[in-house]
């Protein structure tokens, strides 16, 4: 568990969690930002999704994706690497997402440092990537706030990648 404030920790997904992934993700708008979280996102994908993170963190031994907690059993969001399998590998994507009445109150800035601090020390990734769509421009200045560098953009001029390194 990582304390963010007074209120907000970021701890592992578990099983407990599921209720409150459907309700956060299903019928809501990151389907528009994050394809994976479907607006039919249901029990099953919640079940699914939450045994992946604990495969990864049994594997490398330390987990990689942690929720945003505003209470032992309630979260408001998600951070992590969606791509990470094993400490000390080269870079790794990060994959962050509030749910919509948690927005814009600066949640997502106190966290990502606190995260990336523990991606670069703790995971010992080498580099950080993330891409973002052109239309997201919350994400985009949270990444630049939080010192990652454009790099470039995919061929169909909707998504722009960024990157950072532990020195930034």
Request: hydrophobic fraction near 40%; aromatic fraction near 8%; include cysteine.
């Amino acid at each position: 568990m990582i304390p963010i404030s007074n209120d907000l920790v970021l701890r592992s997904p578990t099983e407990a969690d599921v209720q409150n992934y459907v309700e956060l993700i299903a019928g809501s708008d990151l389907s528009e930002f994050i394809p994976v979280l479907r607006a039919d996102y249901c029990e099953e994908h919640a079940r699914g999704w939450i045994a992946h993170c604990r495969k990864v963190e049994v594997k490398s031994g330390h987990p990689s994706t942690f929720v945003i907690s505003e209470a032992k059993e309630h979260f408001i969001g998600q951070i992590g690497l969606d791509d990470f399998e094993t400490v000390g590998q080269a870079s790794a994507e990060i994959g962050y997402w509030l749910g919509k009445p948690h927005r814009e109150r600066g949640i997502m800035s106190a966290a990502m440092p606190l995260f990336l601090e523990y991606a670069f020390n703790t995971l010992r990734v080498g580099k950080v990537v993330a891409r973002t769509l052109v239309s997201n421009l919350a994400s985009q200045r949270l990444l630049e706030r939080t010192h990652f560098s454009p790099r470039a953009d995919s061929p169909d001029q909707s998504i722009l990648f960024y990157e950072r390194g532990a020195t930034a």
